[in-house]
């Protein structure tokens, strides 16, 4: 690890592709400073969506190009955060990317929209450096775990280098950047009950008013791990206290 001028980040984080997305250029420059200041070398700046857009698919043909974490303001003339990410998100490139709205419109409707749409944290403006660089390593560290081993399961193989789950009937099926950090929290504690508010806690850093949104991740994780959603036998309900993962043998 290594420390910036703001905090502590991972040395397998500081080379992640990072763009910030913003109209207020002094801002987006400032947050880019921040960012170097704290160890990240590979930051980059657009001050629209149009433009954006344009970066994410200069480099879609080239996986050592790619961005690995959106930092998007919501209110910008033309193409605002929320569009953006959605437009994002229809490019097989950046389905899984992690994303971080990072804005002045803070009210809660603004911030279950975002979420909604897939971003992986809703940070309010204005904002402390050091919150800023922690949330964000943060992410980071969910999405990109320095080691990724595969996990063994009763009917699939879940590789966490590649988001890519390999079915006992041939099929392989990609996670989603929130399936896989759902996983991730699993996995790491496989034998073990995660409760519905740990779990939370882990994946939208809080337990309050996110319980459905987690049901329905389950729900799509096993589709996707087990041979009978109906009847699961690696990540098992606990009535009344979470879940639980069940590894291979």
Known sequence: MTAGGFGMVDAHLRDKRILIVDDERELADMVAAILHGAGFTCVSVAHSGAEALAAVDACAADAERAFQLFILDVMMPHMDGFELLSHLRQRTACARVP?????????PFDRVSGLSLGADDYIAKPFLPQELVLRIAAVLRRCYAEESPLLELDASRVNFATAEV?????????????EHEILSVLARNAG????????????WGTSFGYENSLM???????EKIEANPSKPVSLVTVKGLGYKLVKRG
């Open 99 to 107: 994303a971080v709205f990072l804005t002045a419109k803070d009210e």
């Open 166 to 178: 390999e079915r006992a009937d041939g099929e392989t099926v990609l996670l989603t950047a929130k």
């Open 192 to 203: 073990r009950i995660v409760t519905i508010d740990a779990l939370c806690e882990a994946c």
């Open 216 to 222: 329905a991740h389950i729900r799509r994780l096993r």
